[in-house]
């Protein structure tokens, strides 16, 4: 039984993107007129596979640790690495195809699907390249990601202005929502792919002042905490052998906010471990008609994750090896390898009386160990030492002292 990707959006992607903005000429070339590819490859329709959805699920579990509230887009995961998928090769290919749970054909319906216009929920796609010498990007690799995936290519030296742009593209694309993904990036990343997502909703029927209370919120650790509650009924009532919920519905009825509350004596943790695509099919396809009455706390909160260990546990490994990995399609380094150094990921949810507001980002960060410079000099103020404080444009010490004790 085959699952509709937009079903795993309701629950766990609800994200969005702006228009994008070019970056100052003076830190970061768009490269985007150069490699624009003659025609653009256009589907018709979403993808539908049910491996996407027990990919999301397996990522949610993994990402909840029992205790702290989660959020992750598996969506924006999902297509920051359909960029990446364009650039891999064999045994690496075919990790990140069986963890995403569609081939590389698949990738491009897929992301295509989600290009098209839509109020409530758009993405958008970008590449960053580190303009450092021996690195070589494929121009094939470009054109794929600007033809399938709608990204725009930018080219300048990494350094903290260009973490500053991607930043600034990343708080644009997401209105705000993600105000950044990267703090800083390693001496030895050559490209930076980007993926940013927003989701923004009304509800079909918003909650007027008289449905809001006060309220208290029971955790699994018997702790009370003081909530607003917005109250409604609803026509859809979910149920299986662990929990009930609901569906409630944004303004168009294409998106919906759905609840899944476990039994008494089921945790979340032990709930969310029997998820998979076909159990989350047949509880929205099961959904009964009939009225159910609601409360959903408002509630506002932002996560921010590296899932360079949660996808290796998935069965990614190679893609994270400095050796193994074959990145040979993104492009080469002269006597040298590319690899994932990192993959970050930041999302951020409000859900109110009008609706539901929700952004996410997620950066994947390749490295390149034949771009490293020189051997590093080392100073480790391990013993005493003599320090200033010192006017730099005149080069006059304001301060000067010694720390020969660290317990003086």
Not at 41 to 57: G, P, Q, T
Not at 86 to 98: F, R, S, Y
């Amino acid at each position: 039984m085959k699952t509709k990707i937009t079903a795993i959006i309701l629950i766990l992607s609800l994200t969005i993107s702006f228009l994008l903005s070019g970056c100052s000429e003076d830190v970061v070339k768009n490269l985007s007129d150069d490699i624009e590819p003659d025609t653009y490859i256009l589907y018709d329709d979403i993808f539908e596979h049910e491996d996407y959805s027990d990919f999301a699920l397996k990522l949610f579990e993994k990402c909840f640790d029992g205790e702290d509230n989660t959020l992750v887009s598996p969506l924006s995961i999902a297509l920051a690495f359909a960029m990446v998928a364009e650039g891999a090769d064999d045994e690496t290919l075919a990790e990140i195809e069986d963890v995403l749970g569609m081939n590389i054909e698949e990738l491009r319906v897929f992301a295509q699907g989600f290009l098209k216009e839509n109020k409530q929920l758009s993405t958008s796609n970008s590449v960053w390249i580190n303009n450092v010498d021996g690195f070589n990007v494929n121009k094939d690799f470009l054109k794929n990601n600007s033809a399938y995936h709608n990204a725009e290519v930018f080219e300048g030296k990494f350094n903290d202005k260009i973490v500053d742009e991607i930043n600034k593209w990343v708080r644009k694309n997401t209105d705000g929502m993600i105000e950044k993904i990267v703090d800083s990036l390693d001496e030895r990343a050559v490209m930076c792919l980007v993926n940013a997502l927003l989701f923004d909703a009304k509800w079909e029927d918003v909650y007027d002042e008289h449905q809001v209370s006060d309220g208290v919120f029971v955790t699994e650790k018997a702790e009370i905490e003081p909530v607003k509650y917005m109250h409604s009924s609803e026509n859809l009532y979910i149920k299986d052998e662990k929990a009930t919920g609901f569906v409630k519905y944004y303004e168009g009825r294409e998106y919906a906010f759905v609840a899944l509350l476990p039994d008494v004596g089921v945790s979340v943790e032990e709930y969310v471990s029997t998820l998979d695509g076909e159990r989350l099919e047949e509880l929205l396809e099961n959904a009964e008609e009939t009225e159910v009455r609601t409360k959903i706390p408002k509630f506002e909160y932002e996560t921010d994750l590296n899932l360079k260990s949660v996808l290796k546990d998935m069965g990614m490994e190679k893609a994270f090896d400095e050796e193994k990995a074959d990145f040979s399609k993104l492009g080469q380094i002269q006597d040298g390898n590319i690899w994932i150094g990192d993959v970050l990921h930041s999302t951020k949810i409000t859900v109110a009386e009008q609706g539901t507001k929700a952004g996410a980002a997620t950066a994947v960060i390749m490295y390149g160990n034949g771009a490293l410079p020189s051997e590093p000099k080392e100073v480790y103020l391990e013993r005493p030492f003599v320090y200033m404080i010192v006017d730099m444009e005149n080069h006059l010490p304001v301060f000067m002292g010694t720390v020969m004790s660290i317990a003086d």
